[in-house]
């Protein structure tokens, strides 16, 4: 976890997994980096919004394969899955529902599945092409830590890869000209500037 500047009350935290998908960013608004993956999101996250102050929403800007073929570009997503825990199973098992999906409420209707597994096979894929148009590994959690510290949250994600074989690559080769559509989203879409 590493958070350039500081957070403000009033103003939007940049929340992205590494370093690769912030290369582009030059704004005065502050950046946390969380590490890949669900825990290293939620908790570097929970553990910035609990110190306070609170921003006024958290931006999360990063990657994400396409499940769909032909699904490329920039998207604010809507709603959020987890794809990697069976909450049904668990239901039957406790009586409790566990991950249930979170809408955003500034997000379209594309819906994104998050997973700590980087999904590079094609019946993966097609097995949850079913559920979600985008996959990442961050952002269901990340949704999970804002929405229950009560701040708003908009989750937007530029397609790397197509999130089958090769898809590893894919996103080493394309990570530096997504970087550059995150920011130029941001400069956009948020008060990117004092």
């Keep these: 976890m590493e958070l350039i500047g500081e957070i403000t009350a009033g103003r939007?935290?940049?929340?992205?997994?590494v370093k690769e998908e912030a290369q582009h960013l030059d704004t005065d608004l502050p950046v946390l980096l969380t590490g890949?993956?669900?825990?290293?999101?939620?908790t570097a996250l929970a553990t910035v919004l609990?110190?306070?102050?609170?921003?006024?929403?958290?931006?999360?800007?990063g990657t994400a394969g396409a499940l769909r073929a032909g699904f490329t570009?920039?998207?604010?997503?809507?709603t959020v899955i987890q794809h990697d825990l069976d909450g049904e199973l668990l239901a039957t098992l406790t009586g409790e529902t566990y991950g249930a999906p979170i809408?955003?409420?500034?997000?379209g209707d594309v819906v994104?599945?998050?997973?700590?597994?980087?999904?590079?096979?094609?019946?993966a894929r097609e097995r949850l092409?079913?559920?979600?148009?985008?996959?990442?590994?961050?952002?269901y959690a990340l949704a999970t830590a804002a929405v229950g510290a009560?701040?708003?949250?908009?989750l937007v994600k530029h397609v790397s890869d197509e999130a089958g074989e090769g898809a590893a690559r894919s996103w080493r080769e394309s990570v530096a000209e997504c970087a550059r559509a995150l920011a130029d989203w941001a400069e956009a879409n948020t008060p990117y500037r004092v």
């Design 12 to 17: 939007p935290l940049l929340v992205l997994a």
């Design 150 to 154: 009560g701040v708003p949250l908009r």
């Design 36 to 42: 890949m993956g669900k825990v290293n999101a939620a």
């Design 112 to 123: 994104l599945a998050t997973g700590d597994a980087f999904i590079s096979d094609e019946a």
């Design 73 to 78: 570009g920039t998207h604010v997503v809507g």
């Design 129 to 139: 092409a079913l559920r979600a148009a985008l996959v990442d590994m961050e952002g």
């Design 50 to 61: 609990a110190r306070g102050p609170r921003p006024s929403e958290v931006v999360n800007l």
């Design 103 to 107: 809408t955003l409420p500034a997000g």
